[in-house]
């Protein structure tokens, strides 16, 4: 991706040339400036470019210093964010830039993100490579590095959510082995059946057949009569699968 530097008396601009921005975008974010969202600012050559004074590049910033557990955890959390701000300038999480290169470090060691309405890139290839960039330029101690370590298991996988991603620096190792435990466990009960639940079904359902078999074949009081049957099995069935549904729960 080619980007430029532009600079001003006041400002200092990252200009990227592909990508145009429609009016009406741009007009939303310049309506709506959000705290973790770049400036837009429309180039008449064509492109777009974005404020970034007073901080530093992901990529320059930690050129040589090495990046804290306190920075990664900062990062992901400006950037979810920056992901629920772009909702309210009607732009999709796929318009946010993830590269290094472009996410800007705030003089007050937060982050400001670019997302571009005429750009989109692979989200989830995005927050790969910005946990490889954060796990690749990380020091600290053993007890940190079990959590830098999640981190680069958790965006190795190949299905992974960000919530995997937050819960994997936000918490201790420990406390994160039984999270996913749990979640399994309860995942495998949410899959199990009560042993009674089929057999009152299929009564239920021969119940139906017959009552509707012989609600067909009589007329007048009769029928009401069946009628209001129908009404209490129902009513019964609704009640045994909730005890069913509770004795469920009680055997987990």
């Known amino acids: 991706m ?5 600079r001003d008396l006041n400002e200092t601009f990252l200009v990227l040339p592909e990508g145009e921005i429609s009016e ?8 709506h400036p959000q705290a973790h969202l770049m400036k837009p600012e429309l180039v008449p050559e064509g492109g777009c470019a974005f404020a970034v004074s007073g901080g530093n590049t992901l990529e320059y910033r930690y050129r040589k210093d090495p990046m804290t557990v306190s ?10 964010k920056a992901a629920n701000e772009c909702q309210i300038c009607l732009l999709l999480p796929e318009n946010l830039i993830l590269r290094p290169q472009l996410i800007i470090e705030r003089g ?6 670019l997302a571009h309405p005429g750009m989109t890139e692979d989200l989830f290839a995005g927050l790969r490579r910005l946990a490889h960039f954060c796990c690749d330029n990380f020091a600290g101690n053993e007890e940190e590095q079990e959590i830098v370590d999640r981190l680069r298991a958790r965006a190795e996988d190949e299905i992974f959510r960000f ?12 406390k994160a082995d039984k999270n996913i ?19 009152a079904v299929f ?20 029928r009401l009569l069946l009628g209001s049957f129908v009404c209490l099995a129902a009513s019964v069935g609704s009640a045994v699968s909730r005890v069913l549904t509770r004795l469920r729960t009680a055997d987990t």
């Open 24 to 31: 009406a975008a741009y007009r939303i974010m310049t309506d």
């Open 2 to 6: 080619e980007i430029n530097i532009k």
């Open 71 to 80: 920075a990664i955890r900062m990062l992901f959390y400006d950037l979810e």
């Open 181 to 199: 435990r749990d979640e399994e466990s309860n995942e495998n009960e949410k899959k199990k059946t009560h042993p009674l639940l089929l057999p």
């Open 163 to 174: 919530e995997d991603l937050l819960r994997a620096i936000s918490e201790t190792p420990e």
């Open 203 to 222: 009564l239920a359902a021969a119940a139906a057949f017959l009552v509707f078999y012989y609600l067909g074949t009589f007329e007048g009081e009769p």
């Open 108 to 113: 007050d060691g937060t982050y400001v993100f």
